[in-house]
């Protein structure tokens, strides 16, 4: 086929705008590529902050000292009751009475036994008297016999009779005067009877031995005082009261006495003051779990019997710390993913203590570093992140 003179004209046209147009093409730059899609990360900065580190213990609030106070008088009745449960009561504070109607009866008897024997005394000091003055006649006599004898006044057998006499006499004076010590002795036991009976007596009102708190009264009007039974009330020393609580093994040797403690107890808001008396020296097989004793500064404030909680101050310090969900523990290695320009990097650490929802950082980072805030994100060493400021508002 041939084509005409106006066909090829436009043809050649077509074929130049075409070539023109590759051209122009070839010259312009390639656009360049769409820039990656970088994951955005929540991140926390390491702060400096107050750190407090705590022993949480839970137990009963009990008395710190209880006293039993039982009759000392056995056998007579409960004639009055002076006190009751709740009542603060003195040291040497009468609490109750018993019948002495017997004990008067008997110290009644005691003293005119011993009105019999004065008075056994007194006849026994006159024989005494009596018998001292048959003992100087007696002397006289053997004395002028033994005279007139070497003269032949007196017979030998008017001497003998006459020394036989003294003799006597001696011996009669003797038994007088033992008769005196026996009525002595005699007397001397009346008197501790008396004694006895006077402090029996002086007994019969019940006394407390301490000051404090009546917590159990047992004692009722018309029964027998026994020291055998129940004791008769139970007093809180002083009333003093104290958290007996409960701590594992392995933190009951960082207790120590002396170190403060806030305690929490039903029906009040605020926590009370305390502080660590005992910590007991041995722990319990069974349940690996050993007491410690924390006194209450206000001890009106709780009651015995209630349950409370207790958390005690070990330390107190200021320093690094971070949040415990931005670390990670494995392999007895403490670990944290640092972000530095965008970047990941796996950074060992060292921790200190634990205050709530914070661990302290001693080593390995420095104020101000910015960690991942979740350990649980899965991002690796050398991955690039888009780091993003943790508020409240924000999570991953």
Do not use: C, W
């Amino acid at each position: 086929m041939f084509l005409n003179t106006s066909a090829k004209a436009v043809l050649m046209a077509a074929t130049i705008s075409l070539s023109a147009s590759v051209a122009l093409a070839q010259e312009q730059p390639t656009p360049p590529a769409p820039a990656q899609n970088l994951p955005a990360i929540i991140v926390t900065p390491a702060q400096t902050r107050d750190l407090v580190d705590r022993v949480v213990a839970t137990g009963t609030v009990m008395a710190v000292e209880e006293v039993q106070i039982q009759p000392q008088v056995e056998g007579l009745q409960i004639k009055s009751l002076e006190a009751d449960v709740g009542d603060t009561i003195a040291a040497d504070a009468v609490v109750a009475r018993l019948n002495e109607d017997t004990l008067v009866l008997q110290r009644s008897q005691l003293v005119a036994n011993r009105a019999k024997a004065e008075a056994a005394l007194a006849q026994y000091q006159a024989q005494v008297v009596e018998a001292e003055a048959s003992l100087s006649d007696a002397q006289r006599q053997f004395d002028r016999a033994t005279r007139l004898v070497s003269s032949g006044s007196v017979s030998t057998a008017q001497k003998e009779q006459a020394e036989t006499a003294l003799a006597s006499a001696t011996a009669r004076v003797e038994t007088a005067r033992q008769a005196i010590t026996v009525a002595d002795a005699d007397i001397k036991v009346v008197d501790s009877q008396i004694a006895d009976i006077d402090l029996r007596l002086a007994r019969t009102e019940v006394k407390s031995p301490v000051a404090g708190t009546i917590s159990v009264r047992n004692a009722r009007i018309g029964a027998i005082a026994s020291g055998a039974g129940q004791p008769l009330f139970t007093v809180i020393r002083d009333g003093q009261i104290e958290l007996v609580a409960d701590v594992p093994e392995n933190d009951i040797l960082r207790l120590q006495p002396g170190q403060k403690a806030a305690i929490s107890v039903a029906g009040r808001a605020e926590p009370l003051s305390g502080s660590v008396r005992l910590v007991s020296p041995v722990i319990d097989p069974v349940t690996r779990l050993g007491s410690v004793h924390i006194a209450l500064d206000d001890d009106a404030a709780a009651r015995s019997g209630m349950y409370g909680n207790a958390a005690i101050i070990v330390t107190e310090t200021k320093g690094i710390a971070l949040p415990l969900s931005a670390i990670t523990t494995e392999g007895g290695k403490t670990t944290v993913r640092k972000v530095s320009d965008g970047s990941v990097q796996m950074v060992e650490i060292r921790i200190g203590i634990q205050d709530g929802a914070y661990v302290e950082v001693t080593e390995g980072l420095d104020e101000g570093d910015k960690v991942v805030a979740k350990a649980g994100v899965f991002v690796r060493d050398g991955d690039r992140i888009n780091p993003v400021e943790e508020t409240s508002s924000v999570s991953n």
